[in-house]
């Protein structure tokens, strides 16, 4: 049957190998198969037409190269895209491309829903179902980067726009910042990751992979030993009190401890700095004694600031940063020495951009059940002077 099949997106090079041998095939033979399945994006296992006839007869009796199903997709006016993919059971998850100028970028979601419920994030609103296997994570890139170049293929044939070749991008970066906390499904993500960076698979740096996180101290000093790629936190708030309110993991890993794990982090990363990822949020963390403590955040870890537009919703009682308090405090952060960007929201028109995506959760934790009985608290500004 097929659900009892071997779904060989959820294997990395090492677990692949050894599926092979024991099937009695030569090491070679696992990398012919994963350059068929992950760089040529093949799921038929006839079409395979260098592996030997009795191999391919062998695959197609114990393993498939399965995606999750498509539930719908939506492209924005500037050309962003968006899967909700099927996990069953009531869930689904969402994938994002970004296409820019000088890459394409796929966010890719690690769980369906997230545990953490950071206040701004409307995804942990939702609560939290289950972890997505290493399949369902690789099996998001591995259909984008199908339909993309299908789609590229079509932008090239007479007739087509250039316009509609020029939106077509590869997939130069993955970034895991989708739906999830990625370090809370820490083994299922590690298989993935290495899929990503296989030469024989998805070939892409170290330095254009990038798991974010909330700050999992244990899980960020297992990932620097296991397999370093570029790491963004999502720090959101200079000072304890506040990041309290806004990212509750901090109640279990303070400023103290994340600061010094990203340190130890650093000794391992591709690249020379920690994206800190600060979410604007009116009155609530972008004042200019939050600025002058970020500063001083910045002053211990090496560091790159990406200040990251709020995408309201509802539920969350909160508010924008406008533009010209935007302006005023990154120009603090960098009249200070600090490499600061401020993001440009993307796919807004169809909620695919940063802390909108929410899919579909059947919550186990009961987290909006919760909400309901429980007031929202007033979080603490800092009285201070523009």
């Known amino acids: ?11 990395d090079a090492a677990a692949l190998s050894d599926l092979v041998g024991q099937w009695g095939g030569k090491p070679f033979r696992a990398r012919q198969l994963q350059r068929w399945v992950h760089q040529r994006g093949v799921d038929a296992f006839d079409d395979m037409t260098d ?11 114990r393993a498939s190269v399965q995606a999750l199903p498509v539930s719908t997709e939506q492209i924005s006016s500037d050309g962003t895209r968006k899967w909700l993919f099927d996990v069953g059971q009531g869930n689904a998850i969402e994938t994002v ?16 829903g997230c545990a953490v419920n950071c206040r701004f994030c409307s995804t942990g609103h939702q609560g939290f179902n289950r972890n997505l296997s290493t399949a369902e994570i690789v099996g998001q890139l591995w259909w984008a980067r199908r339909v993309l170049e ?3 293929g079509s932008a090239r044939l007479p007739g087509a726009t250039a316009k509609a070749a020029e939106d077509t991008r590869v997939i130069s970066n993955v970034v895991m910042m989708g739906m999830g906390e990625p370090l809370l499904n820490y083994d299922q993500l590690v ?4 899929l990503m960076l296989d030469d024989n698979a998805y070939g892409l740096s170290r330095r254009r992979v990038t798991v974010s996180t909330s700050g999992v101290v244990p899980m960020m000093d297992r990932l620097s030993q296991d397999c370093p790629v570029a790491l963004a936190v999502s720090l959101h708030a200079p000072n304890d009190a506040l990041r309290d309110e806004l990212v509750p993991l901090n109640k279990k890993y303070p400023l103290d401890e994340l600061l010094a794990a990203c340190n130890r982090y650093l000794e391992f990363a591709p690249r020379d700095f920690i994206t800190f990822e600060y979410c604007r949020l009116d009155g609530i963390n972008d004042t200019d004694q939050h600025a002058r403590e970020l500063i001083q955040i910045a002053r211990r870890v090496r560091c790159k600031l990406n200040l990251i537009p709020f995408n309201p919703f509802p539920e969350s009682g909160l508010k924008r940063s406008p533009h010209a308090r935007v302006r005023v405090f990154a120009q603090r952060l960098m009249d200070a020495g600090i490499i600061t960007t401020v993001r440009k929201t993307r796919g807004d028109d169809i909620a695919a951009a ?15 059940e919760r909400r309901m009985g429980v007031k929202t608290r007033t979080i603490p500004i800092a009285k201070v002077s523009a």
């Open 150 to 152: 299908a789609d590229a």
């Open 354 to 368: 940063c802390g909108q995506l929410a899919g579909e959760v059947q919550d186990r934790t009961r987290v909006a």
């Open 191 to 194: 298989p993935a990751l290495r």
């Open 1 to 11: 049957m097929e659900n009892e099949r071997i779904n060989l997106l959820g294997l």
């Open 97 to 112: 491309f970004i296409p820019e100028d000088d890459r394409g970028t796929l966010c890719v979601s690690s769980q369906a």
């Open 51 to 61: 592996l030997a006839r009795d191999f391919r007869a062998q695959l197609s009796e």
